[in-house]
């Protein structure tokens, strides 16, 4: 493996997931309390939403690290749909948790996020 610095950029872009998916994991059933808050939807979907977000910033981080340390040994199908999956993800988070009518910087935020994933994604495809 040779190191870059486009390595370490998206290593430490992928930090944030991998300790938020954590977070969730240890703060679990306060964190289904504020999305079913937010949604309004049955606390089983919210349950099973949470499951799959942290399976995503854990598990999906994890994937997308080590592909990006050792190119090219997951499946290319695997590495879009997790990228797809994330960005998926982030709209949804930003218009539940960080609408642009409400606080701007948070919201700013997480188009920026977006952004650098967008960045990241058609770099590697």
């Known amino acids: 493996m040779q190191f870059s610095g ?8 992928f930090i944030m997931f ?15 309390d504020v999305l079913g808050k937010k949604t309004l939807l049955p606390k089983n979907l919210n349950i099973l939403g949470m499951i799959g977000v942290i399976l995503l910033e854990i598990i999906g981080t994890i994937i997308l690290i080590f592909d990006t340390l050792y190119e090219n040994t997951v499946p290319e199908q695997i590495i879009k749909f997790i990228y797809i999956l994330y960005f998926l993800f982030l709209v949804v988070v930003t218009f539940l948790y ?6 701007m910087i948070p919201f ?12 990241i994604y058609f770099d590697k495809f």
């Open 98 to 103: 960080h609408p642009p009518n409400s606080h």
């Open 18 to 32: 991998l300790y938020s998916g954590v977070m969730k994991v240890l703060h679990f059933d306060k964190k289904v």
């Open 6 to 13: 486009k390595k370490l950029g998206v290593c430490l872009f």
């Open 108 to 119: 700013l935020s997480n188009v920026t996020t977006f952004g650098g994933l967008l960045y």
